[in-house]
Protein backbone atom coordinates (compact mmCIF):
# COMPACT_ATOMS: atom_id res chain seq x y z
CA UNK A 1 0.00 0.00 0.00
CA UNK A 2 1.39 3.41 -1.11
CA UNK A 3 1.36 5.96 1.72
CA UNK A 4 -0.62 9.00 0.90
CA UNK A 5 -0.93 12.99 1.74
CA UNK A 6 -4.54 14.96 1.37
CA UNK A 7 -4.11 18.42 1.41
CA UNK A 8 -7.85 20.11 1.21
CA UNK A 9 -8.05 23.86 0.28
CA UNK A 10 -10.37 25.48 2.53
CA UNK A 11 -8.98 28.93 2.94
CA UNK A 12 -11.82 30.70 1.25
CA UNK A 13 -13.20 33.47 2.32
CA UNK A 14 -17.27 32.42 1.62
CA UNK A 15 -18.24 35.71 0.68
CA UNK A 16 -20.99 35.06 -2.16
CA UNK A 17 -22.69 32.66 0.81
CA UNK A 18 -23.95 35.79 2.34
CA UNK A 19 -22.95 34.22 5.66
CA UNK A 20 -21.21 34.88 9.19
CA UNK A 21 -20.57 30.94 8.95
CA UNK A 22 -17.20 30.16 7.08
CA UNK A 23 -18.27 28.39 3.75
CA UNK A 24 -17.02 24.95 4.18
CA UNK A 25 -19.26 24.41 7.37
CA UNK A 26 -22.42 24.80 5.78
CA UNK A 27 -24.08 21.39 5.07
CA UNK A 28 -25.73 18.65 3.07
CA UNK A 29 -27.89 16.07 3.98
CA UNK A 30 -27.31 17.30 8.02
CA UNK A 31 -23.11 17.29 7.68
CA UNK A 32 -20.66 20.04 6.63
CA UNK A 33 -19.57 20.36 3.32
CA UNK A 34 -16.25 19.74 4.72
CA UNK A 35 -17.15 16.36 6.16
CA UNK A 36 -18.42 14.98 2.81
CA UNK A 37 -14.90 15.66 1.42
CA UNK A 38 -12.91 14.39 4.42
CA UNK A 39 -15.90 11.07 4.04
CA UNK A 40 -15.06 10.40 0.62
CA UNK A 41 -10.85 11.04 1.49
CA UNK A 42 -11.40 8.17 4.27
CA UNK A 43 -12.96 6.13 1.74
CA UNK A 44 -10.42 6.57 -0.93
CA UNK A 45 -7.27 6.42 0.92
CA UNK A 46 -7.97 5.25 4.27
CA UNK A 47 -5.96 6.30 7.14
CA UNK A 48 -3.47 8.15 4.73
CA UNK A 49 -2.65 11.22 6.18
CA UNK A 50 -4.66 14.43 6.00
CA UNK A 51 -4.02 18.16 5.79
CA UNK A 52 -6.32 20.93 5.79
CA UNK A 53 -5.34 24.47 4.88
CA UNK A 54 -7.75 27.34 6.35
CA UNK A 55 -8.05 30.87 6.77
CA UNK A 56 -6.92 32.98 9.75
CA UNK A 57 -9.33 33.05 12.78
CA UNK A 58 -11.07 29.65 11.16
CA UNK A 59 -10.57 27.83 14.11
CA UNK A 60 -14.28 25.77 13.82
CA UNK A 61 -12.87 25.04 10.72
CA UNK A 62 -9.85 23.14 12.20
CA UNK A 63 -11.98 21.56 14.76
CA UNK A 64 -14.55 20.45 12.46
CA UNK A 65 -11.54 18.79 10.75
CA UNK A 66 -10.55 17.46 14.24
CA UNK A 67 -13.67 15.94 14.72
CA UNK A 68 -13.68 13.41 12.05
CA UNK A 69 -9.94 12.78 11.45
CA UNK A 70 -8.10 13.59 15.01
CA UNK A 71 -4.37 13.29 13.21
CA UNK A 72 -5.25 15.82 10.25
CA UNK A 73 -2.71 18.72 10.32
CA UNK A 74 -3.92 22.05 10.14
CA UNK A 75 -2.23 24.54 8.19
CA UNK A 76 -3.47 28.58 8.10
CA UNK A 77 -2.63 30.34 5.02
CA UNK A 78 -2.49 33.79 5.77
CA UNK A 79 -2.57 35.75 2.74
CA UNK A 80 -4.84 34.28 0.00
CA UNK A 81 -2.04 34.67 -3.05
CA UNK A 82 -3.66 31.81 -4.97
CA UNK A 83 -4.40 27.84 -5.47
CA UNK A 84 -0.47 27.50 -5.83
CA UNK A 85 0.13 29.33 -2.59
CA UNK A 86 -2.48 27.47 0.04
CA UNK A 87 -0.68 23.91 -1.71
CA UNK A 88 2.43 25.49 -0.27
CA UNK A 89 1.05 26.34 2.95
CA UNK A 90 1.24 22.62 3.78
CA UNK A 91 4.99 22.41 3.27
CA UNK A 92 6.18 20.60 6.47
CA UNK A 93 3.56 17.93 5.24
CA UNK A 94 4.74 17.66 1.70
CA UNK A 95 8.55 17.66 3.00
CA UNK A 96 8.28 14.06 4.44
CA UNK A 97 7.71 12.90 0.67
CA UNK A 98 5.04 10.91 0.81
CA UNK A 99 4.72 8.69 -2.43
CA UNK A 100 1.15 10.14 -3.47
CA UNK A 101 -0.42 13.69 -3.11
CA UNK A 102 -3.71 14.48 -3.75
CA UNK A 103 -4.88 18.14 -3.85
CA UNK A 104 -9.28 18.19 -3.13
CA UNK A 105 -11.16 21.33 -2.35
CA UNK A 106 -12.93 21.50 0.59
CA UNK A 107 -16.07 22.96 -0.68
CA UNK A 108 -16.65 19.88 -3.83
CA UNK A 109 -19.31 17.56 -1.09
CA UNK A 110 -20.01 15.52 -3.75
CA UNK A 111 -16.80 14.13 -4.89
CA UNK A 112 -16.48 10.21 -5.19
CA UNK A 113 -13.84 7.94 -3.27
CA UNK A 114 -13.56 6.03 -6.97
CA UNK A 115 -12.40 9.88 -8.56
CA UNK A 116 -9.90 9.92 -5.84
CA UNK A 117 -8.49 6.40 -6.05
CA UNK A 118 -8.24 7.00 -9.82
CA UNK A 119 -6.04 9.81 -9.59
CA UNK A 120 -3.42 7.63 -7.35
CA UNK A 121 -4.20 5.01 -9.97
CA UNK A 122 -2.08 7.23 -12.56
CA UNK A 123 0.33 8.09 -10.10
CA UNK A 124 0.78 4.48 -9.10
CA UNK A 125 1.25 3.70 -13.20
CA UNK A 126 4.22 7.01 -13.10
CA UNK A 127 2.30 9.62 -14.01
CA UNK A 128 3.89 12.76 -11.76
CA UNK A 129 0.85 14.78 -12.15
CA UNK A 130 -2.52 14.26 -12.94
CA UNK A 131 -5.60 16.14 -13.19
CA UNK A 132 -8.84 14.98 -13.04
CA UNK A 133 -10.92 16.74 -16.08
CA UNK A 134 -14.72 17.52 -16.35
CA UNK A 135 -16.85 18.69 -19.19
CA UNK A 136 -19.38 21.51 -17.55
CA UNK A 137 -22.54 22.75 -19.57
CA UNK A 138 -20.68 26.55 -19.59
CA UNK A 139 -16.86 26.40 -19.45
CA UNK A 140 -16.89 29.69 -18.37
CA UNK A 141 -14.90 30.96 -15.29
CA UNK A 142 -13.08 27.63 -14.99
CA UNK A 143 -9.51 26.21 -16.44
CA UNK A 144 -8.95 24.45 -19.54
CA UNK A 145 -7.29 21.45 -20.04
CA UNK A 146 -4.86 21.48 -23.46
CA UNK A 147 -4.29 18.42 -24.35
CA UNK A 148 -2.34 16.79 -26.97
CA UNK A 149 -2.63 12.93 -27.89
CA UNK A 150 -4.81 12.52 -24.59
CA UNK A 151 -1.34 13.91 -22.82
CA UNK A 152 -1.64 17.07 -20.75
CA UNK A 153 0.34 19.52 -21.43
CA UNK A 154 -1.10 22.38 -19.63
CA UNK A 155 -3.93 24.04 -17.87
CA UNK A 156 -4.49 27.92 -18.91
CA UNK A 157 -6.97 30.09 -16.39
CA UNK A 158 -9.70 31.59 -18.22
CA UNK A 159 -8.32 35.05 -18.02
CA UNK A 160 -4.90 34.00 -19.32
CA UNK A 161 -6.53 31.91 -22.45
CA UNK A 162 -6.69 32.42 -25.89
CA UNK A 163 -9.82 32.83 -28.06
CA UNK A 164 -8.96 29.24 -29.22
CA UNK A 165 -8.05 28.02 -25.79
CA UNK A 166 -11.52 29.05 -24.47
CA UNK A 167 -12.85 27.04 -27.29
CA UNK A 168 -11.87 23.67 -25.03
CA UNK A 169 -14.77 22.28 -23.28
CA UNK A 170 -12.48 20.01 -21.19
CA UNK A 171 -12.13 21.47 -17.91
CA UNK A 172 -10.06 21.41 -14.64
CA UNK A 173 -11.89 20.45 -11.82
CA UNK A 174 -9.66 21.59 -9.26
CA UNK A 175 -8.60 17.80 -7.77
CA UNK A 176 -5.16 16.95 -8.53
CA UNK A 177 -2.49 14.01 -7.79
CA UNK A 178 1.31 14.58 -7.60
CA UNK A 179 4.25 12.79 -6.99
CA UNK A 180 5.44 12.95 -3.85
CA UNK A 181 8.87 12.72 -4.57
CA UNK A 182 8.87 15.76 -6.82
CA UNK A 183 5.49 18.18 -5.81
CA UNK A 184 8.00 20.16 -3.75
CA UNK A 185 10.43 20.58 -6.73
CA UNK A 186 7.67 21.26 -8.53
CA UNK A 187 5.53 23.84 -6.50
CA UNK A 188 8.30 25.88 -5.83
CA UNK A 189 8.24 26.86 -9.10
CA UNK A 190 5.13 28.08 -9.46
CA UNK A 191 5.31 32.26 -10.04
CA UNK A 192 2.35 34.62 -9.91
CA UNK A 193 3.43 35.57 -13.81
CA UNK A 194 -0.34 35.88 -15.12
CA UNK A 195 -3.09 37.99 -15.68
CA UNK A 196 -4.74 37.61 -11.73
CA UNK A 197 -1.28 37.87 -9.69
CA UNK A 198 -1.90 34.32 -8.13
CA UNK A 199 0.48 31.36 -7.73
CA UNK A 200 -1.93 29.06 -9.48
CA UNK A 201 -1.79 25.71 -8.69
CA UNK A 202 -2.58 24.73 -12.46
CA UNK A 203 1.15 25.81 -13.41
CA UNK A 204 2.18 22.50 -11.77
CA UNK A 205 1.48 20.87 -14.67
CA UNK A 206 3.60 22.78 -17.51
CA UNK A 207 6.02 23.12 -14.69
CA UNK A 208 6.18 19.19 -14.55
CA UNK A 209 6.38 19.13 -18.43
CA UNK A 210 9.40 21.16 -18.54
CA UNK A 211 11.27 18.69 -16.53
CA UNK A 212 10.39 15.84 -18.47
CA UNK A 213 7.91 14.21 -16.15
CA UNK A 214 4.47 12.86 -17.28
CA UNK A 215 1.53 14.89 -16.62
CA UNK A 216 -1.96 13.42 -17.26
CA UNK A 217 -5.85 14.00 -17.30
CA UNK A 218 -8.56 11.81 -16.19
CA UNK A 219 -11.98 13.02 -17.16
CA UNK A 220 -15.15 12.02 -15.04
CA UNK A 221 -18.07 11.07 -15.96
CA UNK A 222 -20.24 12.77 -13.67
CA UNK A 223 -19.56 16.52 -13.40
CA UNK A 224 -21.83 16.90 -10.71
CA UNK A 225 -19.25 15.08 -8.46
CA UNK A 226 -17.19 18.00 -9.17
CA UNK A 227 -19.95 20.94 -8.14
CA UNK A 228 -18.42 23.59 -6.03
CA UNK A 229 -20.08 25.63 -3.76
CA UNK A 230 -19.55 29.23 -3.48
CA UNK A 231 -23.28 30.93 -3.19
CA UNK A 232 -26.66 29.38 -1.45
CA UNK A 233 -27.34 28.53 -5.24
CA UNK A 234 -25.04 26.21 -5.25
CA UNK A 235 -25.44 24.64 -1.91
CA UNK A 236 -29.07 24.21 -2.78
CA UNK A 237 -27.98 22.37 -5.79
CA UNK A 238 -25.80 20.35 -4.44
CA UNK A 239 -28.48 19.37 -1.59
CA UNK A 240 -29.88 18.38 -4.49
CA UNK A 241 -27.40 16.29 -5.97
CA UNK A 242 -26.68 14.65 -2.93
CA UNK A 243 -30.65 13.51 -2.00
CA UNK A 244 -30.48 11.63 -5.69
CA UNK A 245 -27.46 9.89 -4.35
CA UNK A 246 -29.09 8.96 -1.30
CA UNK A 247 -32.55 7.97 -2.72
CA UNK A 248 -31.03 5.88 -5.54
CA UNK A 249 -28.63 4.20 -2.60
CA UNK A 250 -31.71 3.41 -0.67
CA UNK A 251 -33.47 2.19 -3.55
CA UNK A 252 -30.91 0.16 -4.33
CA UNK A 253 -30.17 -1.46 -0.76
CA UNK A 254 -33.98 -2.81 -1.08
CA UNK A 255 -36.41 0.50 0.73
CA UNK A 256 -39.84 1.12 -0.79
CA UNK A 257 -40.23 4.91 -1.67
CA UNK A 258 -43.32 5.72 -4.28
CA UNK A 259 -42.37 8.94 -4.47
CA UNK A 260 -38.13 9.10 -3.68
CA UNK A 261 -38.40 12.90 -4.60
CA UNK A 262 -39.90 14.11 -2.08
CA UNK A 263 -37.92 11.95 0.71
CA UNK A 264 -35.10 13.71 2.28
CA UNK A 265 -32.17 11.59 3.68
CA UNK A 266 -29.28 12.54 5.70
CA UNK A 267 -25.55 11.12 4.37
CA UNK A 268 -25.85 8.95 8.07
CA UNK A 269 -29.41 7.90 7.54
CA UNK A 270 -29.46 3.76 7.91
CA UNK A 271 -32.17 2.11 6.61
CA UNK A 272 -32.59 -1.64 6.26
CA UNK A 273 -34.52 -3.78 3.20
CA UNK A 274 -37.89 -3.34 3.15
CA UNK A 275 -38.58 -0.61 5.26
CA UNK A 276 -41.02 2.07 3.44
CA UNK A 277 -41.39 5.16 3.36
CA UNK A 278 -44.11 7.17 2.20
CA UNK A 279 -44.02 10.46 0.71
CA UNK A 280 -42.79 13.51 2.44
CA UNK A 281 -40.95 12.21 5.48
CA UNK A 282 -38.01 14.38 6.42
CA UNK A 283 -35.21 12.77 8.35
CA UNK A 284 -32.41 14.32 10.19
CA UNK A 285 -29.20 13.11 11.36
CA UNK A 286 -28.47 9.81 13.22
CA UNK A 287 -31.63 7.78 12.17
CA UNK A 288 -31.28 3.92 11.73
CA UNK A 289 -34.72 1.84 10.81
CA UNK A 290 -34.69 -1.63 10.92
CA UNK A 291 -35.84 -3.99 8.36
CA UNK A 292 -40.02 -3.86 7.65
CA UNK A 293 -40.43 -0.81 9.79
CA UNK A 294 -43.17 1.76 8.05
CA UNK A 295 -42.35 5.72 8.09
CA UNK A 296 -46.07 7.44 6.60
CA UNK A 297 -46.33 10.28 5.28
CA UNK A 298 -45.33 13.77 6.88
CA UNK A 299 -43.27 12.77 9.56
CA UNK A 300 -39.84 13.91 10.90
CA UNK A 301 -37.65 12.06 12.45
CA UNK A 302 -33.63 12.98 14.26
CA UNK A 303 -31.85 10.97 16.04
CA UNK A 304 -33.75 8.13 16.48
CA UNK A 305 -34.00 3.81 16.15
CA UNK A 306 -36.95 2.32 14.83
CA UNK A 307 -36.78 -1.04 15.10
CA UNK A 308 -38.26 -3.93 12.80
CA UNK A 309 -41.93 -4.05 12.24
CA UNK A 310 -42.81 -0.78 13.80
CA UNK A 311 -44.81 2.03 12.09
CA UNK A 312 -44.37 5.41 12.66
CA UNK A 313 -46.68 8.32 11.22
CA UNK A 314 -48.52 9.83 9.37
CA UNK A 315 -47.62 13.42 11.26
CA UNK A 316 -45.08 11.96 13.40
CA UNK A 317 -42.24 13.74 15.43
CA UNK A 318 -39.18 11.84 16.51
CA UNK A 319 -36.61 14.23 18.48
CA UNK A 320 -33.28 12.69 19.47
CA UNK A 321 -33.22 9.54 21.37
CA UNK A 322 -36.47 8.25 20.95
CA UNK A 323 -36.33 4.19 20.11
CA UNK A 324 -39.24 2.93 19.07
CA UNK A 325 -39.46 -1.07 19.51
CA UNK A 326 -40.53 -3.83 17.67
CA UNK A 327 -44.32 -3.47 16.44
CA UNK A 328 -44.77 -0.45 18.22
CA UNK A 329 -47.57 2.27 16.87
CA UNK A 330 -46.33 5.80 16.46
CA UNK A 331 -49.41 7.87 15.34
CA UNK A 332 -50.61 11.07 14.02
CA UNK A 333 -49.39 14.09 16.15
CA UNK A 334 -47.01 12.44 18.65
CA UNK A 335 -43.97 13.95 19.53
CA UNK A 336 -41.38 11.51 20.89
CA UNK A 337 -38.06 12.89 22.61
CA UNK A 338 -35.66 10.81 24.60
CA UNK A 339 -37.50 8.17 25.39
CA UNK A 340 -37.71 4.21 25.28
CA UNK A 341 -41.29 2.85 23.23
CA UNK A 342 -40.64 -1.12 24.25
CA UNK A 343 -42.05 -3.46 21.48
CA UNK A 344 -45.41 -3.55 20.60
CA UNK A 345 -46.70 -0.43 22.25
CA UNK A 346 -49.03 2.50 21.23
CA UNK A 347 -49.19 6.20 20.87
CA UNK A 348 -51.32 6.70 18.38
CA UNK A 349 -52.84 10.10 18.84
CA UNK A 350 -51.78 13.53 19.88
CA UNK A 351 -49.80 13.18 22.46
CA UNK A 352 -45.77 14.34 23.85
CA UNK A 353 -43.60 11.73 25.21
CA UNK A 354 -40.48 13.34 26.63
CA UNK A 355 -37.79 11.40 28.83
CA UNK A 356 -39.79 8.44 29.50
CA UNK A 357 -40.15 4.00 29.06
CA UNK A 358 -43.25 3.23 27.92
CA UNK A 359 -43.19 -0.60 28.41
CA UNK A 360 -44.10 -3.43 26.15
CA UNK A 361 -47.71 -3.51 24.98
CA UNK A 362 -48.54 -0.47 26.72
CA UNK A 363 -51.31 1.62 25.52
CA UNK A 364 -51.17 5.27 25.87
CA UNK A 365 -54.19 7.13 25.00
CA UNK A 366 -54.88 10.17 22.82
CA UNK A 367 -53.68 13.58 24.05
CA UNK A 368 -51.27 11.87 26.60
CA UNK A 369 -48.75 14.39 27.91
CA UNK A 370 -45.44 13.40 29.68
CA UNK A 371 -44.93 16.77 32.02
CA UNK A 372 -41.34 16.25 31.85
CA UNK A 373 -40.13 20.03 32.68
CA UNK A 374 -40.78 22.06 35.96
CA UNK A 375 -39.32 25.45 34.38
CA UNK A 376 -35.71 24.78 36.11
CA UNK A 377 -34.73 20.45 35.45
CA UNK A 378 -35.78 17.57 33.66
CA UNK A 379 -37.59 14.06 35.01
CA UNK A 380 -38.38 11.22 33.81
CA UNK A 381 -42.24 9.18 33.43
CA UNK A 382 -42.01 5.35 33.81
CA UNK A 383 -44.53 3.18 32.39
CA UNK A 384 -44.74 -0.90 33.04
CA UNK A 385 -45.24 -3.03 30.15
CA UNK A 386 -49.48 -3.43 29.31
CA UNK A 387 -50.08 -0.09 31.22
CA UNK A 388 -53.23 1.88 30.30
CA UNK A 389 -53.02 5.43 29.89
CA UNK A 390 -56.47 6.90 29.35
CA UNK A 391 -56.83 9.84 26.87
CA UNK A 392 -56.02 13.22 27.88
CA UNK A 393 -53.66 12.57 30.99
CA UNK A 394 -50.97 14.42 32.04
CA UNK A 395 -48.36 12.31 33.73
CA UNK A 396 -46.80 14.94 36.12
CA UNK A 397 -43.05 13.74 36.43
CA UNK A 398 -40.98 11.85 38.29
CA UNK A 399 -43.58 9.34 38.20
CA UNK A 400 -44.05 5.80 37.80
CA UNK A 401 -47.18 3.99 36.51
CA UNK A 402 -46.38 0.25 36.95
CA UNK A 403 -47.22 -2.98 34.58
CA UNK A 404 -50.59 -3.27 34.23
CA UNK A 405 -51.51 0.06 35.60
CA UNK A 406 -54.53 1.71 34.41
CA UNK A 407 -54.93 5.33 34.24
CA UNK A 408 -58.23 7.16 33.50
CA UNK A 409 -58.90 9.49 31.14
CA UNK A 410 -58.42 13.21 31.96
CA UNK A 411 -56.21 13.09 35.16
CA UNK A 412 -53.37 14.57 36.12
CA UNK A 413 -51.10 12.05 37.69
CA UNK A 414 -48.58 13.44 40.10
CA UNK A 415 -48.22 10.19 42.50
CA UNK A 416 -47.15 6.93 41.34
CA UNK A 417 -49.91 4.24 40.18
CA UNK A 418 -48.93 0.80 40.94
CA UNK A 419 -48.48 -2.39 38.98
CA UNK A 420 -52.01 -3.78 38.37
CA UNK A 421 -53.50 -0.63 40.43
CA UNK A 422 -56.01 2.15 39.00
CA UNK A 423 -54.95 5.70 39.14
CA UNK A 424 -57.43 8.64 38.74
CA UNK A 425 -56.86 12.49 39.05
CA UNK A 426 -59.55 14.25 37.97
CA UNK A 427 -62.72 16.57 39.33
CA UNK A 428 -65.74 14.18 39.75
CA UNK A 429 -69.00 14.51 37.99
CA UNK A 430 -72.09 15.59 39.35
CA UNK A 431 -75.68 15.14 37.34
CA UNK A 432 -78.75 16.49 37.61
CA UNK A 433 -81.81 14.84 36.06
CA UNK A 434 -83.47 17.42 33.75
CA UNK A 435 -81.62 20.52 34.46
CA UNK A 436 -81.02 21.15 30.19
CA UNK A 437 -84.31 20.87 29.83
CA UNK A 438 -85.12 23.29 32.81
CA UNK A 439 -82.81 25.45 31.25
CA UNK A 440 -83.53 25.57 28.06
CA UNK A 441 -87.06 26.42 29.17
CA UNK A 442 -85.97 29.51 30.98
CA UNK A 443 -83.69 31.28 28.00
CA UNK A 444 -87.04 30.50 25.90
CA UNK A 445 -89.20 32.23 28.21
CA UNK A 446 -86.89 35.58 28.66
CA UNK A 447 -86.62 36.06 25.17
CA UNK A 448 -90.02 35.61 24.77
CA UNK A 449 -90.91 38.87 26.72
CA UNK A 450 -92.10 41.69 25.59
CA UNK A 451 -89.37 44.07 24.98
CA UNK A 452 -86.42 41.65 24.48
CA UNK A 453 -84.30 42.02 21.58
CA UNK A 454 -83.58 39.79 18.77
C1 LIG B 1 -9.58 26.92 -9.68
C2 LIG B 1 -8.58 26.47 -10.75
C3 LIG B 1 -9.31 26.31 -12.07
C4 LIG B 1 -10.43 25.31 -11.92
C5 LIG B 1 -11.37 25.73 -10.79
C6 LIG B 1 -12.35 24.63 -10.50
C7 LIG B 1 -6.45 27.47 -10.14
C8 LIG B 1 -5.48 28.55 -10.44
N1 LIG B 1 -7.55 27.47 -10.88
O1 LIG B 1 -10.03 28.22 -10.05
O2 LIG B 1 -8.40 25.85 -13.09
O3 LIG B 1 -11.16 25.18 -13.13
O4 LIG B 1 -10.63 25.98 -9.57
O5 LIG B 1 -13.29 25.04 -9.57
O6 LIG B 1 -6.22 26.64 -9.29
N2 LIG B 1 -8.03 28.56 -2.11
C9 LIG B 1 -7.27 28.72 -0.98
N3 LIG B 1 -6.35 29.71 -0.93
C10 LIG B 1 -6.14 30.54 -1.98
C11 LIG B 1 -6.91 30.39 -3.14
C12 LIG B 1 -7.86 29.37 -3.16
O7 LIG B 1 -7.44 27.95 -0.01
O8 LIG B 1 -5.26 31.41 -1.87
C13 LIG B 1 -9.02 27.48 -2.15
C14 LIG B 1 -10.45 28.01 -2.21
O9 LIG B 1 -11.00 28.11 -0.92
C15 LIG B 1 -11.16 26.96 -3.02
C16 LIG B 1 -10.07 26.43 -3.95
O10 LIG B 1 -8.84 26.75 -3.34
O11 LIG B 1 -11.62 25.89 -2.23
C17 LIG B 1 -10.16 27.00 -5.34
O12 LIG B 1 -9.97 28.40 -5.31
P1 LIG B 1 -10.77 29.38 -6.26
O13 LIG B 1 -10.35 30.76 -5.97
O14 LIG B 1 -12.22 29.07 -6.24
O15 LIG B 1 -10.18 28.98 -7.68
P2 LIG B 1 -10.84 29.23 -9.11
O16 LIG B 1 -10.50 30.58 -9.54
O17 LIG B 1 -12.26 28.84 -9.09
MG1 LIG C 1 -13.73 28.45 -7.60
Not at 52 to 59: D, F, K, M, R, Y
Not at 169 to 179: E, F, I, Q, V, Y
Not at 266 to 283: G, M, S
Not at 414 to 437: H, S
Amino acid sequence: MRNCLTIILAAGEGTRMRSSRPKVLHGIAGKPLIAHVLSAVGEAVGDGDVAAVIGPSAEPVAKAVRAMIPAAEIFTQTERLGTGHAVLAARAALARQPQDVLIVYGDTPLIRPGTLAGLRDSLRNGAAVVVLGFRPPDPTGYGRLITEDGRLLAIREEKDASASERAITLCNAGLMGLKGEVALAILDEITDDNAKREFYLTDAVAIARRKGLTTLARETADPTEVLGVNTQAELAQAESSMQQRLRAQALEAGVSMVAPETVFLCADTKLARDVRIEPYVVFGPGVTVEEGAVIRSFSHIEGARIARGAIVGPFARLRPGAAIGEDAHIGNFVEIKASTIEAGAKANHLSYIGDARVGARANIGAGTITCNYDGAAKYRTDIGSEAFIGSNTCLVAPVKVGDTGYVGSGSVITKDVPAGGLGVGRGRQFTKEGWATRWRERVVASKNKPGSTD
